[in-house]
């Protein structure tokens, strides 16, 4: 998301400074940057740098907080480092404001994990807040932070409840952070794209380019302050999700394997987000089909696999 984004600011004109620790695991990948490498100030540096940070911030008019942990299994397995991460960060970085940046807007990418398993579709913002792995925790706890700042400093604050975001430049390296980008990866080795349990798994998702134009809505518009927005798009299940990638990659296979057990505890099972409250408020929709998205992805990976591997 970050990578797109700095292209899309750079595209209307903002100057733009990217703060990345670049950590192995995450999807930190140089060639994100492709093109794009001189227009921008690229400070390498941890979230929870107090000093790096308060450099970073100074003199900014909008953040955009992409920053954190996002690997469910990571946040079982290394709880610590996702606790630390997803809470100290995002504290330190809202501090480093209240002091010495005070009127920036800052759009926080939260995550609709918070919402656990879903008692009723489409889930609103209203529904309950029980999350099934640490990560959603330490984001739930995350974006409280962006809204007492707002409350209580009045800084301009939103939040996104992001759901599953797919497009280009994304992680396909593994399955640590998408399961869409390993999908990509199996396809481009000509493996079977593999889906859990019996695939009727209901899920909605966004295309990047459509995520970033909610970022951008968000940081600009007055109804955002102090606002919490769930993301979401037209619900499809994992099965018929595999079925058109392969149709739309031009060959490959699917097949149902065993849920393995660390991904099964903590499966929030069928999910998708009522959008209406962004919506009215912001005039935020997604534009992009999934069989536009799913074909301007597999264009990307297949001009540029070679970086990704």
């Known amino acids: 998301m970050g990578s797109n984004l700095a292209h899309a600011l750079l595209e209307i004109g903002a100057q733009v400074t990217i703060l990345d620790v670049a950590d192995p695991e995450s999807g930190a990948n140089p060639f994100n940057l ?9 400070v390498e540096a941890d979230i929870r740098d107090g000093q790096m940070l308060r450099e970073a911030v100074e003199g900014q008019h909008f953040i955009f907080n992409l920053a954190g942990e996002m690997s469910h299994i990571g946040s079982m397995t290394d709880p610590f480092k996702d606790l630390n991460v997803n809470t100290v960060g995002h504290l330190t970085l809202l501090e480093m404001c209240r002091l010495h940046n005070p009127g920036v807007h800052i759009v926080f990418a939260g995550t609709r994990q918070v919402y656990g398993r879903a008692m009723y579709l489409p889930v609103d913002e209203k529904h309950r807040l029980s999350p099934l792995d640490n990560n959603g925790v330490s984001k739930r706890a995350g ?29 396909i390296r593994d399955a640590r952070l998408t399961f869409i980008g390993w999908w990509v990866r199996q396809l481009l080795e000509g493996k079977p794209i593999q889906v859990y349990g019996d695939g009727k798994q209901v899920r909605d998702m966004n295309h990047v380019d459509d995520v970033v134009d909610a970022l951008l809505r968000c940081a600009c518009h007055p109804k955002a302050q102090g606002q919490i927005y769930n993301l979401g798009g037209e619900p499809i299940t994992l099965l018929d999700l595999a079925k058109l990638m392969v149709e739309e990659f031009g060959s490959g296979s699917y097949e149902l394997v065993p849920f393995p057990e660390n991904r099964r505890r903590i499966d929030i099972g069928d999910y998708y987000g009522d959008y209406n409250l962004i919506r009215s408020e912001v ?14 992805m597999l264009d990307y990976y297949l001009q540029n696999s070679e970086y990704y591997f």
């Open 143 to 171: 974006e409280m932070y962006h809204i007492v700042y707002h409350h209580v400093h009045g800084i301009f604050t939103s939040v996104l409840r992001m759901t599953n975001t797919y497009g280009a430049r994304m992680r």
């Open 34 to 42: 492709n093109g794009i490498e001189t227009q921008v100030r690229m």
């Open 283 to 296: 005039g935020w929709q997604p534009r992009i089909s999934h069989r536009q998205g799913i074909r301007r």
